[in-house]
């Protein structure tokens, strides 16, 4: 069966950085692209980035510059750098395995699909 599951979340000051991990198993990490979605407070669960097969990255215009996605073959991960951070950033942040490739999603504006194998989330907050 497939389990992913994240972590790393914290508080973290405006500005700070912190690394998100995610961990497979159950599946070849190497032949999935993986996704970091995040849902703030009263708001809809949106796409953050994605790291494709052959390891192409794309982000949702407002992390650009800021967050850097990563594999780690050997550790059945792949990692959320998140540098910059702002106060909007504070989030629950999910990894998953989406029913779409890694273009599609940013081409479609990060809308998330049905269906997909998903983690239970880690708590980023952004705070003074």
């Known amino acids: 069966q497939v389990q992913l599951v994240e972590s790393g979340g914290d508080l973290v000051q405006p500005g700070g950085s912190l690394r998100l991990s995610c961990t497979a198993s159950?599946?070849?990490?190497?032949?999935?692209?993986i996704s970091w979605f995040h849902r703030a407070p009263g708001k809809e669960r949106e796409g953050v980035s994605c790291?494709?097969?052959?390891?192409?990255?794309y982000y949702v215009d407002s992390v650009k510059g800021r967050f850097t996605i990563s594999r780690d073959i050997a550790k059945h991960a792949v990692y959320l750098q998140m540098s910059s951070l702002k106060f909007e950033d504070t989030a629950v942040y999910f990894c998953a395995v989406l029913p779409q490739s890694c273009w599609a999603l940013n081409r479609g504006g990060w809308v998330e699909p049905s269906g997909g194998y998903w983690g239970q989330g880690t708590q980023v907050t952004v705070s003074t």
């Open positions: 790291i494709s097969t052959v390891n192409d990255t």
């Open positions: 159950g599946l070849l990490m190497e032949d999935y692209a």
